[in-house]
Every structure is written in C-alpha cells, then in structure tokens.
C-alpha cells in the first residue's frame, strides 16, 4: 500500500458546486497535512497547512483532518473556473522534513 | 520580486551530456529542496539542504548531485543525461526544516533526447 493515495480524477463539476478533495494515507505518525495547488506548468502553491485533526477554514476553502480514519479532506464552496487545476494533498511526520505528496487530482470547473 | 526562482525554464539536451539547473530564494528560508515531477505528475523529493548542509539525500543515482554555496542557492548538477531523467525538476524553499509549508519555483521542464 502506498503511504498516501489520492485519487487522480480528472473532477469535473459546474462552477458554484462545492468540491470535496480526498486522501487517504496509512502512516499513523503523519501529523502535519498540507494542500497545494498547482496550474499547468507552474509549481505547486500551498493552499492550507494543518495540525492534527479537526477542520481549518480559510476563505472558500476548508481542510479537514480525521486521524482515526487516516482520511484529509478539501472542500472548495462556491467553485470558480479559475479553481481548475491540480490539488494534491501531502503530509509529513513532525520534525521530519521528508513531505510525502499524493499524486494530485485534476479539477475542472465547467463555467 | 519572485520568491523562489529557477534558471533554466527549459532544458532540452541529448543523452549523455552534463547539465545544471540553478535555484535561488529571496525569501531568507533555511531549507531548500529539490523535487521531481515525473510524467505522471508524482512529485518526489531528491534532496534537501539546511543552511548549505545536506539533509535529506533520497535514492537518488550519484549522477545528480546538489550544490548549496550559501542558504539562498541551491543548485543541481546531472551528469551523464539519461532518457529516464526527462521529468520537470521543481525547487523549493521552508522557513526552517520540518516545517511543510513549502514555497515552489515554477519548475525547470528536462528532456533529454
């Protein structure tokens, strides 16, 4: 079993739905979770940074960490076109530098 | 004004040559990286660098090899170019080791023919 899977889509949904991202893992000693973001032929961008379990929201977006279950979760409200891209979940044990990513899923946001 | 940048954008070179790609932040970060991107968009970590030391050393062949002359810069040397090299390399920088909010340069795109 890989350490995280992902699934690599591609997501299509019309613009104003909401998203849901997910990530499965099975390295219980991850402990810091991350999204990024990334557009064709550009690096991947930090979208949200967690600790632990339990939500974090910032803006549209929300992470969700549920440890017991090895899941994390993105929810995206209100999609936009400009939301299309690669989301690709990572994650890494604390005071190890060695961040582990997913493949990453391709959404589409259809106007 | 850009945070982490690397030179080239593109590279493309024949089988066997030696080539660099050079990495530099003017974010005051400790931490540097180097990562893969492979075809299939699965992003891996080959090196990382703290401070000019090196940290993280993943089973990488000795072909490449990285360079950090200060905390700013990091650059990565391939020698003897193979087809399988042919990915997108991204470099990266954190505030200090451990800490996972990278920020990524927009990638140098290799392929070696």
């Known amino acids: 079993q890989k350490e995280v899977e992902q699934d690599p889509g591609p997501l299509s949904v019309p613009e104003g739905a909401i998203v849901s991202l997910n990530c499965t893992y099975s390295?219980?000693?991850?402990?810091?979770f991350m999204w990024y973001r990334q557009y064709s032929r550009k690096g991947p961008e930090l979208l949200m940074y967690?600790?632990?379990?339990g939500n974090k929201e910032d803006g549209r977006f929300t992470a969700q960490v549920d440890k017991s279950s090895k899941y994390i979760s993105l929810f995206i409200r209100d999609s936009q076109p400009s939301d299309s891209a690669t989301y690709l979940c990572?994650?890494?044990?604390?005071?190890?530098?060695?961040?582990?990513f997913g493949k990453g899923t391709r959404l589409h946001i259809l106007p | 004004d850009t945070a982490v940048s690397q030179t080239p954008k593109y590279l493309v070179t024949q089988m066997g040559n030696d080539k660099s790609i050079k990495c530099e932040q003017n974010?005051?970060?400790?931490?540097m990286y180097w990562y893969k991107q492979d075809s299939k968009k699965f992003l891996k970590i080959m090196f990382s660098?703290?401070?000019?030391?090196?940290?993280i050393n993943e089973t990488v062949p000795n072909r490449f090899s990285p360079k950090s002359p200060d905390k700013a810069h990091l650059n990565l040397h391939i020698n003897s170019l193979e087809l399988g090299d042919s990915a997108v390399y991204f470099c990266?920088?954190?505030?200090?080791?451990?800490?996972?909010?990278?920020?990524f340069g927009s990638g140098t795109r290799l392929t070696v023919v």
């Open positions: 990266a920088s954190s505030p200090q080791q451990g800490l996972g909010g990278y920020t």
């Open positions: 390295n219980s000693a991850f402990q810091y």
């Open positions: 967690t600790y632990s379990s």
């Open positions: 990572a994650m890494t044990p604390p005071g190890n530098d060695k961040i582990i």
């Open positions: 974010l005051g970060h400790d931490t």
């Open positions: 660098y703290n401070n000019k030391e090196l940290i």
